[in-house]
């Protein structure tokens, strides 16, 4: 794999490492393409932390020899491997998991090499449907350009079977992902107008800005806030809300963020965030209502409160 990405073969083994200032310039200019990688593939920002800090290490710990001339295909390989076993255990825990499982929030504004299409919450929703496999072979293949024969060894099946991976995956996506490209003001002014309908009661106004068919999926780890399941129809939709949104603290702040591409917004009490919104719309009406109350998933927002 390493050897088709360089465009030759590695030398011989040596026992000299890289130098300090190879490391630091791979860490500034690989880093963000290795982080959106691997949050692509477990849909946590946490996770995609550790696992490309553990990339580098690996990195800091072989030789030149190993690593050979394509440092980007050495750590896209490694930091693949360690997040498709991330997320293999990822799967193997959310089996006890309590409720709908989501996604981790991503903070978006600073991150200009993250694509707002590779990213977005309804996307990754999608991607969560796919095994562990398919994921990361639509993943590699779709935003890396990596061949069948590259990927064969990260996900341990021959190039036939990678090819299959694919096409059902991509089938999948092409499918079930969103089809809308919306101006993003017009994105903040619908979720606007939903947090004002919810926070006031209106439950004839926040059922008119949802689509009949609407979708609200809700993520608390388990903790009593969100449904078990998704719940369909505006207005159980807007009940549902509206009623929630009666049990929050009068003290309750609302502030906006780009999560994953899109206005967002979090809700926070005493500067401590309870809840992350996000939405996915046609421009017209709300398609779906993402909501995350996990506090393990909203860490991100205390750091930058603080």
């Not at 465009?7 to 890289?18: L, Y």
């Not at 691997?38 to 990339?55: F, H, L």
């Not at 076993?85 to 959310?94: M, T, V």
């Not at 004002?196 to 106004?205: E, H």
Request: hydrophobic share 45%; net charge neutral.
């Amino acid at each position: 794999m390493e050897s088709e990405k360089s465009g030759g073969a590695p030398a011989a083994h040596s026992s000299k490492r890289w130098d300090e200032v190879t490391i630091e310039r791979a860490f500034s200019d690989l880093r963000p393409a290795m982080f959106a990688l691997a949050y692509r593939i477990t849909g946590s920002r946490a996770d995609a932390d550790e696992i490309v800090q553990d990339a580098f290490v690996r990195l800091h710990h072989s030789s030149p020899a190993e690593a050979i001339r394509s440092l980007k295909a050495y750590l896209t390989t490694i930091t693949a491997r360690l997040s498709l076993n991330r997320l293999r255990d990822q799967r193997a825990r959310r089996e006890t998991y309590v409720g709908e499982w989501l996604p981790e929030p991503l903070l978006t504004r600073d991150e200009p090499h993250v694509r707002a299409e590779d990213v977005s919450f309804a996307l990754m929703t999608v991607l969560e449907r796919l095994t562990p496999q398919e994921r990361v072979v639509f993943v590699l293949r779709s935003a890396f350009d990596f061949s069948f024969e590259e990927i064969v060894p990260i996900v341990g099946c021959n190039v036939v079977a990678c090819r299959k991976l694919y096409s059902r995956a991509r089938a999948h996506i092409i499918e079930e992902r969103p089809r809308f490209a919306i101006d993003p003001e017009r994105h903040r002014a619908l979720l606007r107008s939903f947090n004002d309908a919810a926070r006031a009661g209106d439950a004839a106004k926040l059922a008119s800005l949802l689509a009949e068919d609407v979708v609200f999926h809700g993520d608390d780890g388990g903790r009593g806030f969100a449904p078990k399941g998704p719940i369909v129809g505006n207005l159980t939709v807007a009940k549902f809300v509206i009623a929630v949104t009666r049990r929050q603290p009068v003290d309750t702040d609302v502030e906006e963020f780009e999560l994953n591409g899109a206005p967002g917004l979090v809700l926070t009490v005493g500067r401590r965030p309870i809840v992350a919104l996000l939405i996915e719309t046609d421009g017209k009406h709300i398609k779906s209502v993402f909501a995350i109350a996990n506090p393990e998933k909203l860490a991100v927002f205390s750091a930058n409160q603080s």
